[in-house]
């Protein structure tokens, strides 16, 4: 990463954390559906997607969701969906789980609508072949999570258009301060988009229960979790 990237991505993140947690402009979606609105709007988008209401909980819808049978279900904050829960419908045995986790990680990291992320990332979250899962959670209470973010909507085209800028201007790895000064706003603006990802993450861990495992994802949209103000 250019070392003057780095410098304004340090000054402007706090000026622009604000500005990102309070300036909605898109939202983590599901399926292309905002996770936005309320609860039985939501479900009707859902049911529109081919998933159908639980013969248990007219909360909960039944479908298929990236190859697995799973159950959908949501969280609401002043009546707005916040949340959307996708749970594996069936549990399955220790070496699957771990199969299934770190396809879902690959699967994720290959996923251009996700920010980039270190390569480090896979060696952080992937379950190791040898790793006995059901000692770790039960005796040293670990949590098998990982967490992604999805890109805003402009954080692709912004990012396209700055490099198309640097090259035009100079072909050295970093820019002197004309140069700088020129790219600063389209900096500037990246820099914005990339915390509004922060509002937009997408995480998943394995559930335990009685020695069988399974997934669950959440489709999160920050900016409307309840953040206290109520109280």
């Not at 410098?7 to 300036?23: C, E, N």
């Not at 251009?112 to 059901?134: L, W």
Request: aromatic fraction near 12%.
């Amino acid at each position: 990463m250019d070392k003057n990237f780095k410098k304004i991505t340090q000054i402007f993140i706090f000026l622009i954390l604000p500005i990102a947690l309070y300036g909605q402009k898109d939202v983590t979606q599901f399926l292309d559906i905002p996770i936005d609105g309320f609860k039985p709007e939501m479900i009707k988008k859902l049911k529109s997607k081919g998933y159908t209401i639980n013969r248990y909980s007219e909360d909960i819808l039944d479908g298929e969701f990236n190859g697995t049978d799973v159950n959908i279900g949501m969280a609401t904050n002043n009546n707005k969906v916040w949340r959307i829960a996708v749970m594996d419908a069936n549990y399955t045995d220790e070496i699957n789980i771990k199969i299934r986790f770190n396809n879902l990680i690959r699967q994720f990291m290959n996923n251009e609508r996700y920010v980039s992320e270190p390569d480090s990332t896979i060696a952080k979250y992937t379950i190791p072949k040898d790793e006995d899962i059901s000692y770790e959670i039960t005796v040293h209470k670990k949590r098998y999570e990982a967490i992604f973010y999805q890109k805003s909507i402009k954080y692709d085209s912004l990012s396209r258009e700055l490099e198309r800028k640097k090259e035009l201007l100079t072909q050295k790895d970093s820019l002197n301060d004309k140069e700088f000064k020129i790219l600063q706003p389209l900096i500037v603006e990246l820099v914005t988009e990339s915390m509004n990802s922060i509002n937009k993450p997408v995480w998943f861990m394995i559930d335990e229960e009685y020695g069988k495992y399974r997934i669950l994802m959440y489709y999160e949209n920050e900016y409307n979790k309840a953040d206290g103000s109520g109280l």
